[in-house]
């Protein structure tokens, strides 16, 4: 089966500071990855995925994600953070044709 | 736009009880997913229908049955509730299957069995 792995449960960053997010994956055969965010009583929201291509991923709300073949990595970025950014996100890989696996997901808090 | 649409929002149910989750969505998508969301554990798939007329297990499907009534709707049914069913319950949609399609999510229902 296919996994990912999101090793920090909490995430601190300053406003205005570059925030990053951390994901591992382990799969075999080429990686679909993906990122979700979710807000406080809310469902989770599409931010970008990686199936093919550039290593750099362009998605929502200025958020970016760099796929890493050699570190079976796909952290997401965003080079200066809102405290708007504050909420729990998720990366998640294609487990079969209808099915994503996600990781425990990682909560972000932006401090003003 | 509603998007998908789940009712209802809240719900306590006695262990044993029944009750049925309803989602809908207005995008026209083929795909229908129920998820479960526990503390630390992320999203686990309980059961999907990847068109209109087809059910198929997830990862977490014990206790649980659906209903893809139509191509809008999909239903949840907890048919005995016990204290481990306690969670939040997603239902999401897509146009197509996972990989090309991303997920469209409901705002959950976040049930306590008690």
């Known amino acids: 089966a296919q996994s990912v792995a999101q090793p920090e449960d909490q995430v601190n960053v300053a406003e205005g500071n570059p925030l990053t997010v951390k994901c591992t994956y382990s799969?075999?055969?080429?990686?679909?990855l993906f990122w979700y965010v979710q807000y406080p009583n809310r469902g989770l929201q599409f931010l970008l995925k990686?199936?093919?291509?550039?290593?750099l991923v362009k998605g929502s709300y200025g958020f970016e994600a760099e796929f890493n073949k050699s570190q079976t990595s796909f952290h997401l970025k965003k080079p200066s953070a809102l405290v708007s950014d504050s909420a729990l996100y998720f990366c998640?890989?294609?487990?079969?044709?209808?099915?994503?696996?996600f990781g425990a997901g990682t909560t972000v808090t932006v401090r003003a | 736009n509603a998007g998908v649409t789940q009712t209802p929002k809240f719900q306590v149910l006695k262990t044993g009880q029944s009750m049925t989750l309803q989602c809908a969505q207005d995008?026209?998508?083929?795909?229908m997913y129920w998820y479960r969301q526990d503390p630390g554990m992320g999203l686990r798939l309980i059961y999907y229908?990847?068109?209109?007329?087809?059910?198929d297990k997830g990862e977490v499907p014990n206790g649980y049955n659906v209903s893809r009534l139509n191509k809008r709707e999909f239903s949840l049914r907890l048919e005995s509730a016990a204290p481990s069913q306690t969670s939040v319950y997603f239902c999401?949609?897509?146009?197509?299957?996972?990989?090309?399609?991303?997920?469209?999510f409901g705002n959950g229902t976040r049930l306590t069995v008690t």
């Open positions: 999401a949609s897509s146009e197509h299957g996972t990989g090309v399609s991303p997920l469209h």
């Open positions: 799969v075999s055969g080429n990686p679909y």
């Open positions: 990686y199936i093919t291509g550039d290593n």
């Open positions: 229908s990847a068109s209109e007329g087809t059910t």
């Open positions: 998640a890989v294609r487990d079969g044709d209808y099915k994503l696996s």
């Open positions: 995008m026209n998508h083929n795909s």
